[in-house]
């Protein structure tokens, strides 16, 4: 069994591994697309895979089974040889490109030369190597790396228009019940599904999968009935397919040959035949003829019935890249089973399995999304408590910049289980519980964590209560750390404990956790009062409504993230603002001698850990709840 790297690694030399000991990986049948995860969706092509493997000047092709077909496809190894790299191994499908832009295996058969040799050259227009992954380059091993981030080195070194016949082999990242249906109303043969995160595993693995549209399958050659009257050759090939470690006699095809088949494949059968059968069930089948399993050939047919016969089985050509050993009787196996045993071992794969890794989502300071990625493994012990199964609302920045951003509250078809979802007094909403879940938001691209002030679990009653103080933007940070003083006099005079953060800008929120057992409405208006009891105490300082004209060179008290389906940047949330800076909680007595700016992403992490005591360490064990409030008066209050 050949070994798997664990980790990406840069040999000492840009020598790549011999062909012969890397292992493809291969897809496994389901029955239909999956219905969640981060799945993206390739062409099932119709041809003869090959792994290429450039070392300097040389290049070599090898078949699925071990053939060496540089010298069947010069063109293909010629166009590798020009690629701008000295060294890679490239994965992909060998296929002839009819008219209409499908793929055909038969015509493909017939393009290749009978008994070895070259490609003629009125045929090698039609073939096309459709390149999926990049394994190795320049000494690098990519295997381990997620499938997109593999993706887009292979793009980039196959450049935006591939010379001929190399061609790049998109995806989509789509519905891919949506997706199939497409492809088979358009005449392909299926699709692949892939796991965007997923390393490139070297065996038959759950983390691609094969949907068919058409009932196809290869299977060994162990015999044929002669032919009659005029026909030449045979009547029908006999087929098997290896189960539980020994052949099994699966039916026989008589259909799909023409005069140049039947006498070809007829050939070689003649120098195959063997006395006794080689399957475990030989059928009782009057002139039967039995020949050495070792020939493969691809069947489609309608159905397959449980003792393994076929139902309108048609001949689509011989499988030279295949070796009969592999041949196995294929059952689609139900998807969400086979779903289920690779996200546990997907999330294995790599502590972050983040693409686009150097993508940069902040130009000012360079940050990309693999540090945004980095930071949430870093602070997830932190995060987490706040955003644990609290309704969540996402600021996702797909092109990494800030004002291409949005806000996202429904789960997104590609999310996994680690991202949950339900519907709440008709507000849909998604929730995590895991710092796995924080890693795949940050790739689907979302930068700041917005939060309910309840959780999924009990949405009806908030457990925490915001005061944000947004101030205009010419008042400097002091002004708002007198104000956030003041809020807090209010809730001591009313014996509450408050907490306070920075917002990643100039503002600063008041937070105050509460038991919950007040309703929205109720909490909303004790907050409104607080808002207006600033407002009405220091009109020339605070506002309390949302009138842009209102709050030139003041303080807006913001009691409205206080409903029910709205929210507050969580504590620890990156923001998607020049640095990148994150809402940090804080010390009271702090605030006077600190700058917002200085927490971001980079940052963050460090501070976190030199310091020494976490202020809001008390935040999840106070207790209390809210009293009957009449707005307070504010005169004498002690500011601190």
């Not at 496994?28 to 969706?41: E, F, I, K, M, N």
């Not at 502590?351 to 989502?361: A, E, F, G, K, L």
């Amino acid at each position: 069994m050949k070994t798997r790297p664990s980790g990406p690694r840069r040999s000492t030399a840009s020598r790549p591994p011999a062909l012969d000991s890397v292992d493809l990986q291969l897809a496994t049948l389901v029955d239909r697309p999956p219905a969640a995860g981060d799945w993206v969706y390739e062409i099932k092509f119709d041809g003869y895979r090959l792994l290429a493997r450039r070392y300097e000047n040389a290049v070599a092709l090898r078949s699925r089974n071990g053939l060496n077909w540089s010298d069947t496809f010069p063109f293909v190894r010629d166009a590798l040889g020009a690629l701008n790299t000295m060294s890679a191994i490239l994965d992909g499908e060998l296929c002839y490109v009819r008219d209409d832009g499908l793929t055909s295996f038969q015509r493909l058969q017939r393009a290749l030369p009978r008994g070895g040799g070259e490609v003629p050259r009125e045929e090698q227009r039609r073939l096309v190597f459709y390149i999926f992954d990049l394994l190795f380059v320049d000494g690098e091993d990519l295997r381990p790396l997620p499938l997109l981030a593999r993706k887009e080195r292979l793009q980039k070194l196959l450049g935006d228009k591939p010379t001929w016949p190399l061609a790049y082999s998109a995806h989509l990242e789509s519905d891919g019940r949506t997706a199939l249906t497409q492809a088979c109303h358009a005449g392909l043969e299926g699709l692949i599904a892939k796991r965007a995160e997923s390393p490139y595993e070297g065996c038959r693995s759950t983390s691609w999968l094969k949907l068919k549209c058409h009932k196809r399958q290869e299977f060994v050659i162990v015999g044929f009935l002669p032919a009659e009257g005029s026909r030449i050759g045979f009547r029908s090939l006999l087929l098997a397919s290896r189960e539980g470690g020994e052949l099994r006699f699966n039916g026989k095809v008589g259909t799909g040959f023409d005069h140049e088949l039947l006498t070809q494949i007829g050939r070689q059968l003649q120098q195959r035949v063997i006395d006794e059968p080689a399957v475990a069930n030989p059928p009782r089948l009057r002139n039967a003829v039995w020949v050495k399993p070792d020939l493969v050939c691809e069947v489609e047919f309608t159905e397959m019935t449980q003792d393994g016969s076929l139902r309108h089985p048609s001949f689509q050509g011989l499988r030279q890249d295949k070796p009969a050993r592999q041949v196995v009787r294929e059952r689609a196996k139900d998807v969400e089973a086979v779903v289920s045993k690779s996200r546990g071992r997907s999330v294995r794969a790599s502590s972050v399995n983040i693409t686009h890794p150097d993508r940069v989502i902040d130009p000012t300071s360079g940050v990309t999304k693999g540090e945004l990625a980095q930071y949430h493994q870093q602070v997830s012990e932190w995060i987490l408590p706040y955003a644990d199964k609290r309704p969540l609302a996402l600021v996702r920045c797909p092109q990494g910049n800030a004002s291409q951003c949005f806000f996202q509250k429904q789960k997104l078809p590609g999310f996994s289980d680690e991202i949950e979802a339900t519907k709440v007094a008709g507000h849909d909403i998604l929730f995590t519980r895991s710092a796995r879940g924080l890693l795949e938001l940050v790739q689907f691209n979302a930068v700041e964590l917005h939060g309910w002030g309840a959780t999924a679990a009990d949405p009806d009653r908030p457990d925490w209560l915001v005061i944000d103080l947004d101030p205009d933007t010419h008042l400097p940070f002091s002004a708002v750390v007198e104000a956030a003083q003041e809020v807090r006099g209010i809730f001591d005079e009313l014996k509450m404990t408050s907490f306070v953060k920075t917002t990643g800008g100039k503002g600063l929120h008041v937070v105050v956790p509460i038991l919950p057992k007040a309703d929205w409405e109720t909490v909303k208006g004790f907050t409104q009062s607080v808002a207006t009891a600033l407002a009405q105490h220091a009109p020339a300082r605070y506002v309390a409504t949302m009138t842009k004209a209102k709050r030139v060179g003041k303080i807006f008290v913001d009691y409205l993230r206080n409903g029910q389906g709205a929210t507050a940047v969580l504590p620890y949330s990156p923001r998607a603002r020049p640095g990148v800076t994150v809402a940090m909680p804080v010390a009271w007595r702090d605030l006077t001698h600190l700058d917002p700016r200085d927490f971001d992403v980079r940052s963050a992490p460090g501070w976190l850990r030199k310091r020494r005591k976490d202020p809001w360490a008390d935040f999840f064990s106070v207790r209390q709840t809210l009293p009957d409030f009449d707005a307070p008066a504010t005169q004498g209050r002690r500011k601190r």
